[in-house]
């Protein structure tokens, strides 16, 4: 045996994952790609086109980061073309949008609807079902304005929620207004750009941190349980009952909480904006057959509202999963959108309406694989017993590729214990077993795997399972086809 020197052993690299980019097994590909076709087809149904942009853009085209000193790479993958401009890898496909529309608007048809879905990448922190690359799914109206566009939009959300497997009561859409929060700004007196900031950013830890919590982010500041410490947006007692007075003005149907925050913001030439708008969106929900349950008026939702001009919107998966070790996992957002009509403007100089909605696949697969929810079957294992027979083995095998089962023959070393663990470890929903006795009879024995699992379970008694072999028997070997497809659910 060689024996390796230490320089060898040094330049060995490491097996190591970049954070935040996730091997995806067969289960999360598998979560992903129902995802993607289920979502996408309901976008089709509601009219819009497949639209794919392509990975890179231009930095200053995508516009929502800025370089730092050198390399503009904060908050985007960057890298310097060989004609020296900076292009980044797509953070969102609505970036990507706006460019394609700017650049073909004379040849597009307006409204122009499109749907898309493909990985995005940010250069952010990873955290548990957060990665740097992910899938989302898409759909986007633009070149049209008013609130009926946007309640069609939040109900295409919602049908694309029920599509990725949330029934009614185990999501809601839950939505908001720039109008309604620049209103808000007014009447508490919050003037100054970079305090506003502070505050919406405070507002959008209400369902985190609660009326206490929240209290002490508009105020002098507060300190988590780590130690450390967040600076307050430093406002008075009175701005602050105004501020939560909006946020906690959620009721119990749409229509209560529009006159809620009639009350609350609808006096400023913004508010009373915003909450016509929600009252024209409700109607529309209402012929559309949205009951309350699946989209709520909340005015805690806060999203990026440099962002959006108008309504916005949230998609929340309320089921509660557990993963492989039993423990609880709760989705919380996994898609959002809402209006915005700068993106197309600042190329083309004019106004340009939109709205749009968008699923994070990635996260949704990712905690639907880890709960055991998407589940992929293997291979039907066919067990090489004999050495000698090889090209038979190879020969069943290929009957079943033939007849469109997924099927390999065993390959490796081992005996027949250890290729049963195999065939285990591949999730095969049954293998075949032929050896000397069964080539002598012209059979084959199949051992439905699942079936003998489930009959396995209510068996307390070794012996009595290793005389009655539950899920196992012989057919001839013209029947094997036949047999493995009613087992694999392909009859």
């Excluded at 503009?72 to 394609?100: C, K, M």
């Excluded at 027949?416 to 285990?424: F, S, T």
Aim: charged share 25%; aromatic share 8%.
């Amino acid at each position: 045996m060689a024996i390796m020197t230490n320089d060898e052993q040094q330049r060995r690299p490491e097996a190591r994952k970049p954070r935040g980019f996730p091997d995806r097994t067969a289960a999360v590909i598998a979560a992903e790609r129902r995802l993607v076709d289920s979502i996408s087809s309901v976008y089709q149904r509601w009219g819009f086109d497949a639209l794919d942009t392509g990975p890179f853009e231009y930095v200053d085209a995508l516009g929502k980061f800025l370089p730092d000193t050198d390399r503009p790479n904060s908050g985007v993958f960057a890298l310097q073309d060989d004609d020296e401009q900076w292009i980044a890898l797509r953070y969102d496909h609505t970036a990507p949008l706006a460019r394609y529309v700017a650049e073909n608007w004379e040849r597009i048809p307006k409204p122009f609807r499109r749907y898309s879905a493909g990985p995005v990448w940010r250069n952010e922190k990873p955290g548990p079902f957060r990665f740097r690359e992910f899938i989302q799914c898409d759909a986007d109206s633009v070149g049209v304005a008013g609130p009926a566009a946007d309640a069609e939009m939040i109900a295409v959300a919602a049908e694309a929620m029920e599509a990725a497997g949330a029934a009614r009561g185990e999501y809601v859409i839950r939505v908001n207004s720039r109008q309604l929060l620049d209103g808000l700004m007014e009447s508490a007196g919050v003037i100054d750009g970079g305090q506003r900031g502070t505050v919406l950013r405070a507002l959008d830890k209400f369902d985190k941190f609660g009326v206490e919590g929240v209290t002490l982010l508009l105020g002098k500041g507060r300190k988590d349980e780590s130690g450390d410490f967040t600076q307050g947006a430093g406002l008075q007692a009175n701005q602050i009952d105004v501020l939560l007075e909006f946020v906690t003005a959620r009721k119990v149907n749409r229509a209560e909480t529009i006159a809620s925050l009639a009350n609350t913001v609808g006096m400023t030439r913004a508010g009373a904006t915003g909450v016509t708008e929600l009252g024209e969106i409700d109607a529309i929900l209402n012929a559309l057959g949205l009951p309350e349950e699946s989209v709520a008026f909340d005015p805690s939702i806060v999203r990026g509202l440099e962002y959006y001009t108008g309504p916005v919107f949230e998609a929340e998966f309320l089921r509660e999963f557990r993963d492989a070790e039993g423990n609880p996992m709760r989705f919380g957002s996994v898609g959002g959108g809402g209006r915005y009509d700068g993106l197309v403007a600042r190329f083309r100089g004019e106004p340009a309406p939109a709205t749009g909605f968008s699923v994070g696949v990635s996260r949704l697969a990712a905690a639907m694989a880890a709960s055991g929810e998407e589940k992929v079957d293997g291979p039907v294992l066919v067990l090489v017993l004999d050495k000698d027979q090889l090209a038979d083995y190879a020969t069943l095998a290929s009957d079943l590729r033939r007849a469109g089962v997924r099927a390999e023959m065993y390959l490796g070393s081992s005996g027949m214990k250890p290729q049963m663990k195999y065939a285990d470890r591949r999730n095969s929903p049954a293998v075949v077993i032929v050896g000397g006795n069964e080539r002598e009879k012209g059979v084959v024995t199949i051992k439905d795997l699942k079936a003998g699992a489930a009959a396995a379970k209510g068996m307390t008694d070794n012996d009595a399972w290793r005389t009655e072999r539950p899920g196992q028997f012989e057919c001839p070997r013209a029947e094997m086809v036949a047999r493995i497809k009613t087992i694999v659910g392909q009859s």
